[in-house]
């Protein structure tokens, strides 16, 4: 009896400690260059503001999105990396789990706060996270393994003189793309220009933990201070072990949390380094690389510390295990996903996912699986274009992300975090450039963001324990619009039992008369007349 009474006073004391995170966000056009050297242009922000609002909640809390769409286009917030388990609904992917939210109507995400972590809030209706709706999301933990008594944040973004819709109309014009470029952007740090960034103070002795978000929409960023250590504790949203690096390096969507401990003495001070560059970019004098360097102050009068050089390399996911012990899971399936370019007839650039450019189905995916019975299990249910992939609950899938072009991916999926197993060449043939996390004994680390850079390809597993409809999808902004997405369809016939959809979200697609039943065009059958067809791609293999 006293146990029972102990648990409940313990399950009284987290109901009382959990609370409501409102927000109240006007979707509006701001005008703005956000303080570059750069012609304004029409952004999307927050309450007629730019930079959004930074979200800050606790593990337990539920965080409330209340939205209203002034903007004369459907939007879509998404929260990446929070796994909305049981709210599929509340993703915000349009036409995948919900329909947006028309122009000129009010919505509101409710989401339990299950992670903690570096998470991030970006638009996902029209890529309108590229025209400025993004802010990073910060979950913290009362029982943080790494307890520290001062954080740092340092979101990046690139900012274009030039909308995403102005951006893609020149990558998709008919007989061959053009040159976005002209129009270049600059990098932005806590959404202002990054020569204002301040400098750090820290004091001797003391720890500080620094989060690092990725809201980039295309190039790569790395981030340094000099003479110190950082010390990696977490990546996207899941904790490590402790792994020491000199250099951070993030693509886009990615986070990254690291400790660093000061030095014993005030005997110098020190830089920070943050570096946007990208070998696949063109090189433009002051945005491709762009430095941004400021000053960690241990006393206003100590000399600046001289490094030899401002460290370099990638992210080395395979050293990194997860604080939560999971050895390596068996595979059950795998998958191959080879990242193609290719043009259609008419001479349009698209890029795919094996040769299947992505197009939006007529009904929202989450809907056909939760209305169309056993048919679900199909994925021609989904239409051609969606490249639906229906998994069983709890199986745990293999995928083979795969890059011949000369362009790289940040593969994002959404809903699950993947262990990452594997890295190699895929043009070696002897396996010298292959690399492998250890079968046993080892956690391999887990995020929802991985790069596979040119040339190379990356195994990566999860476990479908989280049913609805997800994407998987490059980060890079343009290729999303160019149609490198594909769909999850999770444990359907589970999700038909468990997922109640809210009337709030069945009514945005009423309002702008959207079908919320039957397959990809509606139809309580296999007749799939009128979906949408990838286009027929010829695929260029020196892109």
Known sequence: MRAFYALLLCLFALVAHAKHVVQNWDVTYVTTNRGLNQTPKRGIGVNGKLPLPV??????????????????????????????????????????????????????????????????????????????????????????????????????EDWWPITFQESLAILMQPHGPGNPYTSPPYTLIN?????????????????????????????????????????????DGVATKPKAVSVVRLAPGQRVAVLVTAKPNKSMNYQYHMTTFGDYLPLIPGVYPQQINSTVIYTADAPVFVPHAIPSEPFDELSIEALEFMPMMAADRSLFFNATYGFSPDDVAYESFNLVAYSSPKVPSMFSALTT????????????????????YGEVVEMVYWSATRIPHPQHLHGHAFQVIEKGHIGDATGEFRRRVPEKGFSPMMRDTVMVYSGEYVIVRFKADNPGAWIMHCHFDWHIGQGLNMLFISAPQLMQKTLSVPKSVVDQCARQGIPVSGNVVGHNSFNIDGAPKPPELIINRFY
């Open 55 to 156: 979200v800050e909640a606790e593990l337990g809390d539920t965080l409330v999105l209340n939205v209203r769409n002034s903007l004369d286009t459907p939007t879509s917030l998404h929260s990446h990396g929070l796994f909305q388990r049981g709210t599929n609904y509340y993703d915000g992917v349009a036409m995948t789990t919900e329909c947006s939210i028309a122009p000129g109507t009010n919505f509101t995400y409710y989401t339990k706060i299950e992670q903690a972590g570096t998470f991030w809030i970006h638009g996902h209706t029209h890529e309108h996270n590229f025209d400025g709706l993004r802010t990073p999301l910060i979950i913290h933990n009362p029982k943080d393994p790494n307890p520290v008594e001062k954080e740092f944040l340092f979101a990046a």
């Open 191 to 235: 959404g202002v220009n990054g020569s204002l960034v301040e400098p750090l103070h820290f004091e001797p002795g003391k720890t500080y933990k620094i989060r690092l978000v990725s809201m980039m929409s295309l190039p790569l960023w790395e981030f340094v201070i000099d003479d110190h250590e950082l010390m990696v504790v977490e990546v």
């Open 373 to 392: 019975g056993d048919m679900s299990l199909n994925p021609i249910t989904y239409g051609p274009a969606t490249n639906a992939q229906v998994l069983k």
